[in-house]
């Protein structure tokens, strides 16, 4: 098997125990486990992280998370392989801009850096979305947030101000549609 197709080989093992069967009403198996460990809601968890990398660039004929996606400032980045993924993020970094948000959860490296080891942790599917997971789950548990609907609200933007609760209206309104259909 040459490089390029053991690597296309692996990515699809990965989406497989990622995204599970080719049904929107199943959770994939990577997402309950997480779930399960952070004392989330699973298809909550799963919408979010549809919402947050999706992509239809995944040769499974449908549009899934997808693990090497970078947000930076608002534009995304779609990644063949875990290696440009963590290049491009690096780079970012070595030029001081730490504001993007990484991998399947969309963890944001400015505000939750501390979550992992390293960058390139932060591009491993499993870390990723256990970080994600608690992120969620500290929210659900913050006063203002202690309902699942507002929670994942303020996972997206956990401020009070205002105009950060239209932002996490919004975005909130947007995963529960999702969440609606899983």
Same mark, same amino acid.
């Given at each position: 098997?040459?490089?390029?197709?053991? !690597?296309?080989?692996? @990515?699809?093992?990965? @989406?497989?125990?990622?995204?599970?069967?080719?049904?929107?009403?199943?959770?994939?198996?990577?997402?309950?486990?997480?779930?399960?460990?952070? !004392?989330?809601?699973?298809?909550?968890?799963?919408?979010?992280?549809?919402? =947050?990398?999706?992509?239809? #660039? #995944?040769?499974?004929?449908? %549009?899934?998370?997808?693990?090497?996606?970078?947000?930076?400032?608002?534009?995304?980045?779609?990644?063949?392989?875990?290696? %440009?993924?963590?290049r491009?993020?690096?780079? +970012?970094?070595? %030029?001081?801009?730490?504001?993007?948000?990484?991998?399947?959860?969309?963890? #944001? $490296?400015?505000w939750?850096?501390?979550?992992?080891?390293?960058?390139w =942790?932060?591009?491993?599917?499993?870390?990723? @979305?256990?970080?994600?997971?608690?992120?969620?789950?500290?929210?659900?548990?913050?006063? =203002? &947030?202690?309902? $699942?609907?507002?929670?994942?609200? &303020?996972?997206? !933007?956990?401020?009070?101000?205002?105009?950060?609760?239209?932002?996490?209206?919004?975005?909130?309104?947007?995963? +529960?549609? @999702? $969440?609606s259909?899983?």
């Amino acid at each position: 098997m040459t490089g390029s197709r053991a !690597r296309m080989f692996g @990515l699809m093992l990965l @989406l497989a125990f990622v995204s599970g069967p080719v049904t929107a009403s199943v959770v994939p198996q990577m997402y309950r486990i997480v779930a399960q460990e952070q !004392r989330v809601p699973p298809k909550l968890f799963f919408a979010i992280a549809l919402n =947050e990398s999706q992509s239809s #660039n #995944n040769n499974v004929g449908r %549009a899934l998370p997808w693990p090497w996606t970078i947000n930076h400032r608002g534009e995304p980045h779609y990644f063949e392989t875990r290696e %440009a993924a963590y290049r491009f993020a690096r780079r +970012l970094v070595k %030029a001081g801009d730490t504001q993007f948000d990484i991998g399947l959860g969309q963890v #944001n $490296w400015k505000w939750h850096k501390q979550r992992f080891a390293g960058l390139w =942790e932060a591009f491993d599917p499993y870390l990723n @979305l256990t970080a994600a997971a608690k992120h969620l789950r500290e929210q659900y548990e913050r006063p =203002e &947030c202690a309902s $699942w609907d507002l929670a994942t609200g &303020c996972y997206h !933007r956990p401020a009070q101000r205002p105009h950060d609760k239209k932002i996490a209206s919004k975005y909130r309104k947007r995963v +529960l549609k @999702l $969440w609606s259909n899983i």
